[in-house]
């Protein structure tokens, strides 16, 4: 992906100037594969708001669908 030289866009595989740029890139990363593996495995629904007891548990957090898809928009933002 070429970009062009002053146009102040970056391209996706050039490596982070601060180590807050990998920080987010890592903890997008991480948002976006956790959503995508709670969607995945834990069985997750889109229904109404219900009880948090009855709602399923992903590691060490209870999801909904929407919370998996929150998740991801985060992660890719």
Avoid: H, K, Y
Wanted: glycine share 12%.
């Amino acid at each position: 992906m070429a970009t062009v030289p002053g146009s102040g866009q970056r391209s996706v595989l050039e490596p982070p100037d601060t180590p807050a740029q990998a920080f987010a890139a890592l903890s997008g990363l991480f948002l976006v594969a956790l959503g995508v593996l709670a969607l995945i495995f834990a069985g997750v629904g889109f229904g109404t708001v219900d009880s948090l007891a009855e709602r399923p548990e992903f590691l060490i957090w209870t999801v909904s669908g929407w919370t998996t898809i929150l998740w991801i928009a985060i992660g890719t933002f």
